[in-house]
């Protein structure tokens, strides 16, 4: 609920305990509003000027993850035995090779997840980064990166794949 205090005194002790404080400023007058201030235990971490959600919302993401990237990608990666890093979703693949190989998993009949890397930028890059991999789509089983679609297509035709999956 927005508050109104008196002064900054006020401000850093409403915010001291606070993981991320997002405070917004904005007026006609002035041509760099509106402002979004980011804050951390009472500190001015950020600052974004003009109203682009999209660049609001990533550097929100940022700060309010409290958890290291790596930790956050090992979790991720070991949600599902088999999981898929992708460009959309088993649903609505947005990319012809992310569709190649949701139909190389279906055709498996195994049970897998997967995970859209362009709803999440900071995944996207530090996956890269992670699995010393640059292109998408990613492929794990058991926590270990397999590989993309040329690789996966070679384990189909030598029927490692299946192996894989079920070892």
Same mark, same amino acid.
């Not at 235990?41 to 600052?47: A, C, E």
């Not at 794990?140 to 192996?163: A, C, M, P």
């Given at each position: 609920m927005p508050s109104v205090l008196k002064d900054s005194s006020e401000f850093?002790?409403?915010t001291s305990d606070a993981?991320?404080?997002v405070a917004h400023f904005s007026a006609d007058w002035a041509e760099q509003f509106p402002s979004v201030l980011l804050? @951390?235990?009472g500190k001015q971490v +950020? @600052?974004?000027d003009g109203a682009d959600p999209r660049t609001i919302? +990533?550097?929100i993401k940022k700060y309010n993850n409290a958890e290291p990237l790596e930790e956050r990608l090992k979790k991720l990666i070991n949600t599902s035995k088999v999981m898929l890093f992708m460009k959309g979703n088993r649903n609505q693949p947005r990319c012809g090779f992310s569709k190649?190989?949701?139909?190389?998993?279906?055709n498996t009949g195994t049970s897998y997840e997967t995970f859209d890397i362009l709803t +999440?930028?900071?995944v996207r890059q530090g996956l890269k980064t992670y699995s010393h991999w640059p292109t998408y789509p990613q492929l794990y089983i058991n926590g270990e990166l397999v590989g993309g679609l040329d690789i996966v297509k070679d384990l189909v035709t030598s029927g490692e794949l299946s192996q894989m999956i079920n070892a």
């Amino acid at each position: 609920m927005p508050s109104v205090l008196k002064d900054s005194s006020e401000f850093i002790e409403a915010t001291s305990d606070a993981k991320l404080t997002v405070a917004h400023f904005s007026a006609d007058w002035a041509e760099q509003f509106p402002s979004v201030l980011l804050f @951390r235990s009472g500190k001015q971490v +950020d @600052r974004i000027d003009g109203a682009d959600p999209r660049t609001i919302t +990533d550097e929100i993401k940022k700060y309010n993850n409290a958890e290291p990237l790596e930790e956050r990608l090992k979790k991720l990666i070991n949600t599902s035995k088999v999981m898929l890093f992708m460009k959309g979703n088993r649903n609505q693949p947005r990319c012809g090779f992310s569709k190649q190989i949701i139909e190389i998993l279906n055709n498996t009949g195994t049970s897998y997840e997967t995970f859209d890397i362009l709803t +999440d930028e900071e995944v996207r890059q530090g996956l890269k980064t992670y699995s010393h991999w640059p292109t998408y789509p990613q492929l794990y089983i058991n926590g270990e990166l397999v590989g993309g679609l040329d690789i996966v297509k070679d384990l189909v035709t030598s029927g490692e794949l299946s192996q894989m999956i079920n070892a």
